[in-house]
Nanobody
Framework: VQLQASGGGLVQPGGSLKLSCIVSGSTDVPVMGWYRQIPGSQREVVASNQHGENTIYKDSLKGRFTVSRDNAKNEVYLQMSGLKPEDTAVYYC??????????????WGQGTQVTVSS
């Protein structure tokens, strides 16, 4: 199972950015989501969606960030708006997917840099 994230970049404060992540190698992906790692901090959950229904968000990001998924394309997205300098981080997509051996595992993408700066 492989994840390919894209969409990061430099954006001004108050701007918007949409991250995308394509999942290949499994079509049984019950959980899709995003994490981020701010320099000097531990990796933290941004948003996570289970079975396309239950979604959790980091409390401080509710209302600004939205996670969505396209099951037909096996993709997960993160729409970010009202970006702040403190949102600067490396963003990782992460999924729980059924591996070729039949068991479920957690997988991580390579990370995409988001920099919020004027």
């Amino acid at each position: 199972v492989q994840l390919q994230a894209s969409g990061g970049g430099l954006v001004q404060p108050g701007g918007s950015l949409k991250l995308s992540c394509i999942v290949s190698g499994s079509t049984d992906v019950p959980v899709m989501g995003w994490y981020r790692q701010i320099p000097g901090s531990q990796r933290e959950v941004v948003a996570s969606n289970q079975h396309g229904e239950n979604t959790i968000y980091k409390d401080s990001l509710k209302g600004r960030f939205t996670v969505s998924r396209d099951n037909a394309k096996n993709e997960v997205y993160l729409q970010m708006s009202g970006l702040k300098p403190e949102d600067t981080a490396v963003y990782y997509c992460s999924v729980r997917a059924r591996a070729p051996g039949g068991y479920y595992m957690n997988y991580w993408g390579q990370g995409t840099q988001v920099t919020v700066s004027s």
